[in-house]
């Protein structure tokens, strides 16, 4: 499929979702809403997991960090929009400062700190009672209007999200920061010999993994209008959002699109008709995409696909 | 005497960390996969063995056995049949397998058993040794814990298997030079982790309640004894559950219950950065 095609359906995936509330009803518009949030929090991950290959978990960290760096300064009567922002610099200076630390450990080491992340931020803003409310969560101030109205204005805002974090993983994809991390991915110490500034081209890529993370969270808690420790450091979602890139494509700037909506509509439908093994389901999910679709949804090439099975049903002879 | 009673009980809790850690350590030493199924591993073998006392009325250290016989079996054929497939793969890969596995048991067995916590009660009463009071329970639980890591030890050491397992651990290439067969080396070394995880749930359940809503704790658990302790060695599994124990009952004599594992997690935090071998660690595994 060329190049251009590709973003054309891009486009046209992206006005789908937007145009929800004109032809849907308000279960699929949420549907909508979730997808655009989890697009940006995989083309998030793509930066560190999919361009620099570092098996980082630690998504739902920085989610939920956002969730709080938002809602906090609008409870004390900071606007909503600039809360986002405040939120989006406060997990980008987060990671950034952490990526310092973290960034030297590899492979395994690396995978279980970011992990281990995750559940320290969550038991620091749990058993810190009097500014987060501890496990009793936090109410979030609540923007104005009936339900589809709110729903249509956060609909709108994910899909921003996703455009800019789509926006950002272009550029990266094609500047020296995208090389110097696909060097990185494929032999570290080798791209440090040639040149390659790998703590610091690690450190950006940490930092943008996050920062845009920190954005769907404070949006995210406004949006819902209440958050909990338990809600917004899932286990769950720090797995899932690297799955998701994995069913895509991993290190490629569509890949976590189409991996993001495919997984979503594939649980949407699991949730609806089996509800109690939900959980199961998806780690059957995961477990035949390790085994079957190694390279993610974008690798296979259809049209060889599609031109072998064609090949085999007109061959003749074929089927006794 | 009050810091006397806090270290006790700090011991006591160690030495079912270490327990309950000390299979994910070799597995993650010998196969180089972080094990996600070790938390719903350990589950598991405490439901078997409540409802082995609550519908037979089997005493747990009868069962125990048994328990660890069922979970070797299950945790060999996972790996025989699953695992082994892609144990060469970068961790994203690995962990991400047995992450998608713990899903599925986690979901079996809050379906078949329901999240309701359950708990074998022996009633054993308590000791008072000059001041210092233990349930006996609690204690029966520790040296189980600790005999069946010496076992783990001896075996490693001494055992012709033992030493395959270290051998392989420290080389994969050499050892397959050498005529091991590293494949099944790989299949039995998860079915002793899994055995090591289903003891440590027989022990579990004498102890605290067991529920499916645990899984994820114990494997927070033994995240942090592994990089404390050092990787792959029962030693190492050993030395980081006791300094774990012992960390979180003061801390959670000093600065309240609810920070302990907040503690012992920014340890492990620590640790990882500046000596990810751990404490008794040997170089060239991180």
């Known amino acids: 499929m060329p190049q251009s095609l590709r973003y054309v359906l891009f486009a046209a995936w992206v006005l789908a979702l937007a145009s929800t509330p004109l032809w849907a009803e308000n279960y699929v518009v949420r549907l909508a809403i979730v997808i655009a949030m989890y697009t940006a929090l995989t083309l998030s991950w793509n930066f560190i997991g999919g361009f620099a290959g570092y098996p980082s978990f630690s998504t739902a960290a920085f989610f939920g960090l956002g969730c709080y760096a938002g809602a906090l300064p609008q409870n004390a009567g900071v606007p909503m929009v600039l809360a986002w922002a405040l939120a989006t610099l406060f997990v980008g200076m987060f990671a950034a400062l952490l990526g310092i630390i973290i960034l ?57 999200i996703m455009l800019i974090v789509f926006a950002v993983t272009i550029l990266v994809d094609r500047s020296r920061l995208g090389f110097g991390l696909s060097c990185i991915q494929q032999n570290e110490d080798a791209a440090d010999m040639v040149g390659v500034d790998t703590t610091r081209y690690k450190v950006y890529a940490y930092t943008l993994s996050a920062m845009f993370c920190g954005t769907v969270g404070a949006a995210y808690a406004s949006w819902t209008g209440y958050i909990d420790p338990s809600d917004s450091f899932s ?86 | 005497m009050f810091h006397l009673q806090t270290l006790v009980n700090g011991v006591v809790l160690g030495a079912l960390y270490a327990c309950l850690a000390v299979g994910f350590s070799l597995v993650w030493g010998v196969l180089n996969v972080i094990n996600m199924l070790h938390g719903s591993l350990i589950i598991l073998g405490g ?50 397998l047995t992450f998608g596995l713990d899903l599925i048991l986690y979901n079996f067995m809050t379906v078949y058993y329901t999240a309701t916590p359950v708990r074998v009660t022996l009633d054993l009463g308590v000791v008072d040794f000059g001041g210092v009071v233990m349930p006996i329970d609690r204690l029966l639980g520790m040296v189980l814990a600790l005999v069946l890591t010496g076992i783990l030890y001896l075996v490693m050491r001494s055992s012709r298997l033992g ?88 801390a959670g004599q000093f600065f309240g219950p609810q920070h302990a594992l907040t503690v012992g997690f920014l340890l492990m935090l620590v640790l990882l950065v500046v000596k990810p071998t751990g404490l008794t660690g040997i170089k060239g595994f991180e």
């Not at chain 1, 490629?252 to 199961?280: I, K, Q, S």
């Not at chain 2, 009325?57 to 009868?62: A, F, L, M, S, Y």
Request: net charge positive.
């Open chain 1, 235 to 320: 286990i769950i979602m720090t797995v899932k959002v690297p799955v998701m890139c994995l069913l895509g494509g991993a290190g490629t700037v569509l890949g976590p699109v189409v991996g993001a909506a495919a997984f979503l509509l594939l649980e949407e439908f699991f949730w609806a008709n089996f509800l109690e093994y939900n959980r199961a389901i998806l780690g059957a999910i995961i477990v035949v995409l390790i085994f079957f679709l190694p390279g993610g949804l974008l690798r296979i090439s259809y049209s060889d696909l599609l031109s072998r099975t064609v090949r085999r049903s007109t061959q003749p002879g074929a089927t006794p």
């Open chain 1, 104 to 160: 030297r450990l590899r492979g395994h080491y690396f995978a279980i700190a970011s992990f281990a992340l995750v559940e320290v931020v969550r038991l620091v803003i749990s058993s810190w009672g009097n500014l987060t409310g501890g496990g009793d969560g936090l109410n979030v101030p609540l923007v104005s209007g009936g339900p589809s109205a709110v729903a249509q204005t956060f609909l709108g805002v994910m899909i921003a």
């Open chain 2, 163 to 250: 030493r395959a397992i270290v051998a392989v651990r420290m080389d994969r290439t050499a050892a397959k030079l050498m005529g091991i067969r590293v494949h099944r080396i790989y299949a039995i070394t998860y079915g002793i982790g899994a055995l090591m995880a289903g003891a440590a749930g027989a022990v579990f359940a004498m102890v605290y309640p067991v529920t499916t809503n645990l899984t994820g704790a114990f494997l927070g658990k033994a995240f942090v004894v592994c990089v404390i302790g050092g990787l792959g060695s029962v030693l190492g599994a050993l030395v980081g559950g006791l300094v774990l124990g012992v960390i979180e009952s003061f």
């Open chain 2, 47 to 96: 439901y078997l063995t409540f409802f082995a006392w609550h519908s037979f009325g089997v005493n747990p250290i009868i069962a125990l056995p048994g328990v660890a016989l069922v979970l070797y079996i299950i945790g060999y054929l996972t790996q025989f049949l699953v695992i082994n497939r892609i144990v060469n793969q970068p961790v994203l890969t690995t962990l991400t």
